[in-house]
């Protein structure tokens, strides 16, 4: 089914999910030159920052201040990932008109991610709604723990429908389904998958792989072979979720350009331009542990 895909869209998200875990508090200005060099590279959406709160997520403390001071380019779109009416408001104040917001299948990642049940958290998304319809967002929706949770194991994917099902009713327009722990095998992506695309057309639906045990680059050729044009991943493979133990690295965007290249799939990135970002990055990370040893 590869050959019927001409080109995928990358989602960056290296400067949200990639950084919240970085312990080393990253300057402000450093954010923006690492965004604007992002930029440059032709990606078609970047999701900037998180207005979570700073008790939460010390690094992205400055979320406002890093959304004001970066170059936008028209032909990108920029993201804000958001948690509650608060962080939405925020984020409508910074201009955004793309937000993310989340949600998990499994109730204990939801409790220590969010602090709440997987239904009161989709309350909470509801309750925004108004919101963002009078501000005409465009809303992207993670789903974390699709196929496995940290603390609950192997997610059944009836549970998953459940909350697709949800998600699409308030008007999400663009779905990603989160293996969180890194832990599916391709297998195991293509049984879900095929369970989720006998109810839902794959223009819904974007990957988020992590690259914990290895799979992230096989589950991507399965998403490719099974119809999925949008992939989620962080330049030089940084980041990961703060809740989910030992599941640090996000699938490095270098490798799903690489990955596209080889079957003749566009996507529209200078893979230099991105790769450079990258290491200017990983280089202040490098040198934020080197200054505090």
Not at 18 to 41: A, F, H, P
Request: hydrophobic share 35%; net charge negative.
């Amino acid at each position: 089914m590869t050959d019927n895909i001409k080109q995928v869209r990358i989602v960056e998200v290296g400067p949200r999910d990639g950084l919240q875990n970085i312990s080393s508090i990253i300057s402000t200005k450093k954010k923006v030159e690492y965004i604007n060099r992002l930029t440059k590279s032709g990606l078609p959406e970047i999701e900037v920052t998180s207005f979570v709160s700073p008790k939460w997520v010390p690094q992205l403390a400055d979320s406002f201040e890093v959304s004001n001071s970066i170059t936008k380019d028209p032909s990108i779109t920029y993201t804000a990932l958001i948690p509650n009416q608060r962080g939405l408001d925020r984020a409508i104040d910074a201009g955004y008109t793309s937000i993310a917001v989340l949600t998990a299948t499994s109730e204990t990642f939801s409790q220590k991610n969010t602090n709440c049940s997987i239904s009161d958290g989709l309350k909470v998304l509801k309750s925004m709604v108004p919101s963002w319809s009078k501000s005409s967002l465009r809303v992207r929706g993670y789903i974390s723990t699709v196929w496995h949770c940290p603390y609950e194991g192997a997610i059944n994917a009836k549970s998953v429908l459940t909350i697709i099902d949800q998600l699409l009713d308030i008007g999400i327009s663009e779905i990603s389904l989160g293996d969180t722990i890194g832990k599916a095998t391709p297998d195991e992506i293509k049984r879900t998958l095929e369970t989720i695309l006998y109810r839902f057309d794959a223009s819904h639906f974007a990957f988020h792989m992590h690259d914990t045990f290895g799979h992230a680059e096989e589950n991507i050729h399965v998403g490719l072979e099974m119809g999925i044009t949008t992939y989620d991943s962080s330049a030089g493979g940084l980041g990961g979720c703060p809740y989910a133990p030992g599941a640090s690295g996000n699938v490095a965007t270098e490798s799903v350009i690489s990955i596209c290249e080889s079957l003749g799939i566009h996507t529209g990135v200078d893979k230099n331009l991105l790769k450079s970002a990258g290491d200017y990055m990983i280089g202040v990370i490098d040198q934020g542990v080197f200054e505090r040893a």
